[in-house]
């Protein structure tokens, strides 16, 4: 059988996948539909969207598939349109055929879809690798612009997290043993503890839930926190599209699975949370990782507290990308174009998808449409590039925000204009000169434990002082916060509610011991 030929889009169109239904260990198989998606018109199909990582494609599995060639007057303006007259021959001679092919799918989706067809009837389900023709870059362009509404208007979102595993069983239960939680109504239990309710649907499998103490750890066994370690470690937290698709998801009705553990989304949400920002967390010699679990904690967190942040905002794409820096992409042009549906329409037009022009073409078309519509140079924040243009990030690189808060010209509208390809020109005042090459500061979710950080961020500071007793010299300390802070110093930080003068005293002490 040859290889799966895709008809063309008309706008506003999509491919749906009906998935035919088999026992597990029948080949897969499916048929695609095209189907209007248009709110404004009312038109929105009922199929369920899957949220899932690509994975591994060296070792492809194939799905047998078949679709519906239109007549082509139909096809006046289709999405993406292949040049050569032979593209149209085809559709002319397979005009009222189902035309069958083989398509070659990754090791991840395959499974997906062995665990969501039924037995014995049909699904339809939208998955990127099969309903967007990946070779027309065209159509990818075209149906990235449509994500959000895609994941918007799903009936259902599908997360899936990867097959079976191991430790898969105990991992979900625990999930939902804290989803059950309770805590004793004790007189030191804070008030948002208190009235922490479990989910309706957070029942264990024996109808029991867990008691937690405040104050203390929660009552896990070391297997349990494996467990949870490596349930947030993978792929799927930490995907940069995956953000995205959850954020848009309807939160209710939307379920994750893990091979064939299945739990509420909203649940799953917010149980591990819970686990992620309870103040006392495991013994960390009871984690493999103990720095690689921060990390991932961070990162489902702020998956989970952009839901209720995008739309509300008036962020830029510069920003955006400054705090989607910890998500992993395969494709670095993704590390814009996924930022689209996060960001006000009038934000995301600065972005702009083209899967033919290479990823630094595509920041630097960013920053001068930015230039253009803002009139400000923010994007010189995120400067990461030795190589020309050096003023457009390269998303190649580890992407860091410089917070320089001083504002010194005020709203006044950026001189800067680009005089020839790769060369802006700018107006400015130079203030000072860079003699030596720039000290990387760490950061702390980068250790497994905080005496390391304070000894490699006094490390740092020694360096960047040239003096080794600069905790001794009150005028060297206060040169170094002043420049650290960018010169936004207070007597007493706004969110901490700790005095200067108690932050002095640790850096001293710390300093004296190492």
Not at 49 to 72: E, F, I, M
Not at 93 to 110: E, T, V, W
Request: hydrophobic share 40%; charged share 20%; aromatic share 10%.
């Amino acid at each position: 059988m040859p290889p799966f030929q895709y008809p063309p889009l008309l706008p506003l169109e999509l491919r749906l996948l009906v998935v035919h239904p088999g026992s597990p260990q029948d080949p897969l198989t499916g048929t695609l539909v095209q189907r209007k998606l248009s709110p404004e018109d009312g038109d929105i199909p009922d199929y369920e969207a899957l949220s899932y990582c690509w994975g591994d494609q060296s070792h492809p599995q194939s799905v047998k598939l078949k679709t519906k060639w239109r007549n082509p007057k139909e096809q006046a303006h289709p999405a993406s349109e292949p040049n050569g007259s032979s593209y149209w021959k085809f559709i002319l001679s397979a005009f009222g055929i189902l035309h069958s092919g083989y398509l070659d799918i990754g090791p991840n989706l395959a499974s997906a879809l062995r665990a969501l067809r039924y037995p014995d009837r049909k699904r339809l389900l939208w998955c990127d690798s099969i309903c967007i023709n990946q070779k027309d870059y065209a159509e990818r362009a075209a149906q990235v612009q449509r994500m959000t509404d895609v994941y918007m208007f799903a009936r259902s979102v599908i997360v899936w997290l990867g097959p079976a595993t191991p430790w898969a069983s105990m991992a979900m239960e625990t999930v939902r043993q804290v989803g059950n939680r309770h805590f004793p109504q004790e007189a030191d239990t804070p008030w948002l503890y208190q009235n922490m309710t479990p989910h309706p649907s957070a029942l264990t499998t024996d109808g029991s839930g867990i008691k937690i103490t405040y104050g203390k750890p929660i009552p896990f066994s070391q297997d349990q926190w494996h467990s949870l370690e490596k349930l947030l470690d993978l792929d799927w937290h930490r995907r940069l599209w995956t953000h995205q698709e959850i954020v848009f998801a309807n939160q209710e009705t939307s379920i994750v699975m893990l091979g064939e553990e299945e739990l509420p989304w909203s649940q799953y949400r917010e149980a591990v949370v819970f686990v992620c920002t309870y103040t006392w967390a495991p013994m960390r010699v009871w984690l493999l990782d103990p720095a690689r679990f921060t990390r991932n904690k961070f990162v489902f967190v702020f998956k989970v507290a952009a839901i209720d942040y995008v739309g509300k905002q008036n962020t830029s794409w510069i920003e955006a990308l400054g705090f989607t820096r910890r998500y992993d992409c395969s494709d670095d042009r993704d590390r814009l174009y996924a930022l689209r549906g996060l960001l006000q329409p009038d934000i995301a037009r600065c972005i702009r998808v083209d899967y033919t022009k290479s990823a630094k073409e595509i920041a630097a078309s960013a920053c001068i449409t930015h230039l253009k519509q803002s009139r400000n140079l923010d994007f010189l924040k995120i400067c990461n590039s030795p190589t020309s243009p050096t003023w457009a990030v390269d998303l190649e690189k580890p992407v860091g925000v410089l917070e320089a808060s001083s504002n010194a010209s005020a709203r006044s509208a950026a001189s800067a204009r680009l005089i020839k390809p790769g060369v802006l020109e700018v107006a400015g005042l130079p203030c000072d000169e860079i003699i030596s090459k720039p000290i990387d500061l760490p950061v702390n979710e980068n250790f497994p434990e905080i005496k390391q950080y304070v000894e490699t961020l006094l490390t740092a500071f020694r360096d960047l002082t040239g003096n080794d007793e600069f905790h001794r010299d009150d005028k060297c300390v206060d040169e170094l916060m002043t420049a650290l802070a960018f010169g936004g110093m207070f007597s007493q930080p706004l969110a901490q509610g700790l005095a200067t003068e108690h932050w002095l005293v640790y850096l001293w002490k710390a300093a004296a011991e190492t």
